[in-house]
């Protein structure tokens, strides 16, 4: 028996380590371009010699500088939406329910910004929930933050914290063009906070 595995190992061609990719490849694999025999790195390196990576998107190799920076990437910053770990990055970011409901937050008031034809929120993920820890400590995605003068941008000074379906009834006193009636609400709103 041990003499079949002596012969069967005899007959494979011979094999060398490569210290980078910590794999055993046939020594034909160690010729380089050139037709020198690299003693350590298998000719898969080659490309990264000359400063280039291979890109998925491209599928070319490109200069290293369009790769972003940190662990090794095969996508370029173009085609990092498609192949890099940017859609896996944000479904790992939205896992955790505190930051998940944080961005709801702020995207709905970014929506309604845009329905009250406004610029962007001038509060921050972090400033709409201070606003709203300020009102209710507990439950807070069940929330949102409104601004109490639609005239103007959503901001600290100008913001109201409301329940979801009192959101949907100032937006529809909104919709049907009847602002007399939403700052009272409003204010009611912020009376019982109080």
């Given amino acids: ?20 990719c910590r794999e055993y490849f046939p020594v034909a694999c160690f010729l380089l371009e050139d037709g020198t025999d690299d003693l350590t790195l298998c000719n898969r390196h080659e490309p ?25 990437q095969f996508a370029c ?13 944000k479904r790992k970011q939205m896992g955790n329910p505190e930051t998940k409901h944080r961005t709801q937050q702020w995207h709905r008031c970014y ?13 921050g993920q972090a400033e709409i929930e201070i606003e709203i820890r300020k009102v209710i400590s507990k439950d807070t995605e069940k929330y ?20 979801h379906g009192q ?4 937006l529809k ?13 409003v204010e009611d709103i912020q009376s019982s906070y109080t």
């Fill in 48 to 72: 990264a010699k000359k400063g280039l990576r291979y890109c998925r998107g491209c599928e070319d190799f490109v200069a290293l500088d369009l790769f972003p920076t940190g662990y090794k």
């Fill in 167 to 170: 959101r949907k009834g100032l």
């Fill in 111 to 123: 929506g309604d910004g845009k329905n009250f034809k406004h610029s962007l929120p001038s509060m």
């Fill in 1 to 20: 028996m041990s003499g079949e595995v002596a012969a069967e190992k005899s007959s494979s061609p011979p094999h060398r380590l490569c210290t980078k």
């Fill in 144 to 163: 949102s933050v409104m601004p109490v003068d639609v005239n103007i941008t959503t901001s600290s000074e100008n913001a109201v914290v409301v329940t």
């Fill in 77 to 89: 910053r173009k085609h990092m939406g498609m192949f890099g770990g940017v859609k896996e990055s």
């Fill in 173 to 185: 006193l909104f919709d049907s063009g009847d602002l007399g009636k939403y700052k009272p609400v």
